[in-house]
């Protein structure tokens, strides 16, 4: 999927979120959180100015998010961001109301929408987790000119085509038809056992 389809989803498959800012003190803090609209290249929220959570958004202009949708774990897609975020006030809240109308019935009069300020969140990384496939579906994601830094476990040249990492691996994602063995990513847990069974130090996390 491109990065527009994984915003989207969140958007409209998932829509509430938790979100997690850090406090003064170096702490996260969680809150429930609807994502109320995207683009291409970014999301859109909004708070009240009166909340804790609009002081650790100003403060730190960072969060990170996780969204899941599925009847249990083993039927449930995620998809988590970390990205940076700026306020812009009030303007699109009649939009963002528009589009999400049971929003009036929290905040009825356009006095009370006066209190609220959208949030944008205009750069970051995601990944989408997939456990209802088999084996599991894994992605990696950028927007609004995030750099993208490979992460996981890979197989370098020191490989020697024992064999041992495959043995391990819960998801049968090691193609050992050449050497250094390869680790499809797209459906690698990130558990470690490979890099733990590699006897001669072949795998590295990055």
């Known amino acids: 999927m491109r990065t527009a389809d994984y915003l989207s989803f969140i958007v409209n498959e998932i829509h509430t979120t938790i979100v997690a800012t850090v406090d003064d003190e170096g702490l996260p803090v969680t809150a429930a ?52 975020v700026r306020e812009l006030g009030y303007n699109k809240i009649p939009e963002l109301f528009a589009k999400n109308p049971y929003m009036h019935d929290i905040y009825p009069t356009e006095e009370a929408m006066r209190a609220l300020t959208v949030f944008q969140i205009y750069e970051g990384t995601g990944e989408w987790f997939d456990l209802s496939k088999k084996p599991i579906e894994r992605a990696s994601f950028t927007f609004g000119g995030a750099e993208e830094k490979p992460e996981g476990y890979f197989i370098t040249d020191a490989c020697i085509g024992c064999g041992s990492c495959a043995t391990v691996c819960p998801q049968n994602c090691i193609n050992a038809e050449s050497i250094p063995y390869v680790i499809e990513q797209e459906h690698c847990l990130h558990c470690g056992n490979c890099m733990e069974a590699c006897p001669v130090g072949a795998v590295e996390r990055r």
């Open 33 to 84: 959180i609807d994502m109320m609209d995207c683009d291409e290249n970014s999301l859109y929220f909004l708070t009240a100015k009166g909340k804790g959570f609009y002081d650790r958004l100003i403060k730190r202009g960072f969060l990170a998010l996780t969204a899941m949708k599925g009847k249990d774990t083993m039927s449930s897609v995620a998809v988590s961001i970390r990205g940076k």
